[in-house]
């Protein structure tokens, strides 16, 4: 029978890349686990690892060992959440990544939710873009994610994560210089010739802002590049440039900039939460959810 400690790092290993990631993640030493992973391969009679240049990949039948590996924590994952259910009280650690605008709209409300219900759970929060938090949830460094979708533009969904609806945040133009219009494409036109502060090449919100302005019949002027919405806020602000901004970027704060909502279902960004298959019937993350539904709810127009 194959030892699932061994498992567990050929699976490490497949989503963290390198065995200087493995160790690092897990507090070992790169040798120690290329000792259990040797062990490994002599347990399963047949090489695991071949090496690319300075790197090591998986075989195919390591794959295969790892879609086993999966199913296995899957099941572990169950049995985890059934001795939990059947405890009185919530405790031990949960673990939440989530991008900033969700984070400071949503996630100190559900803290407060989550604190009143369950004093005895203890909560970590990190915030991190969702491009580095669904692999990390992937690699068992958190528990749940707060993730989004942009409209038109697709996700990866990894089969090893269950999602459910949070909320849809509609999507805004901010800039002086904007004159309420019914046609926000025709508002998006006028401010073409503007510099354009939009989140960094690579993410989803990127990809989204480019393929709006796009369809709008021109190639933005990117000058300024952050995933901080309150650096694009304050330079739309100050008329350095134009921002696509989520209503949640400025919830709770007095607005002084003209912005104007991009209409339809087809404008608004959708927001979930997202955790390991296997675990979304655990009592914490039915909690957890269930706080950061409440908390939705307690947004204020």
Not at 41 to 64: D, K, M
Not at 163 to 185: F, G, K
Not at 192 to 199: K, L, T
Request: aromatic fraction near 4%; proline fraction near 6%.
């Amino acid at each position: 029978m194959f030892d699932l400690h061994r498992l567990r790092l050929l699976r490490e290993l497949k989503h963290r890349g390198t065995l200087a990631a493995v160790a690092a993640a897990l507090s070992y030493s790169p040798s120690t686990i290329s000792q259990q992973l040797s062990l490994l391969e002599s347990e399963a009679g047949i090489p695991l690892l071949e090496h690319v240049g300075r790197r090591v990949r998986l075989t195919a039948q390591a794959e295969i060992l790892v879609a086993h590996t999966e199913a296995v924590l899957e099941r572990l994952e169950q049995a985890e959440a059934d001795i939990a259910t059947s405890l009185t009280d919530l405790t031990g650690t949960l673990r939440i990544a989530s991008f900033q605008s969700a984070a400071l709209a949503l996630v100190p409300n559900a803290l407060n939710l989550l604190h009143r219900a369950h004093p005895l759970l203890r909560v970590q929060f990190t915030q991190m873009e969702r491009e580095s938090a669904v692999p990390a949830l992937l690699a068992r460094d958190f528990d749940l994610v707060i993730d989004v979708e942009y409209p038109g533009i697709p996700s990866p969904r990894p089969a090893e994560v269950e999602q459910e609806d949070l909320c849809d945040d509609t999507l805004h133009v901010a800039h002086p210089d904007i004159v309420d219009t019914a046609d926000p494409t025709e508002t998006l036109r006028k401010l073409a010739g503007q510099p354009w502060i939009m989140e960094p090449e690579g993410t989803i919100a990127r990809r989204w802002s480019m393929a709006l302005c796009r369809e709008a019949g021109f190639e933005p002027d990117v000058r300024y590049e952050s995933t901080d919405h309150f650096l694009h806020l304050r330079l739309a602000e100050q008329g350095h440039a134009a921002a696509l901004l989520p209503g949640l970027a400025w919830h709770g704060r007095r607005l002084t900039v003209p912005v104007q909502p991009l209409l339809g279902v087809h404008h608004r960004r959708r927001l979930l939460t997202a955790v390991r298959r296997g675990s979304g019937r655990h009592p914490t993350i039915k909690a957890a959810r269930q706080a950061l539904l409440q908390a939705v709810d307690q947004l204020v127009p």
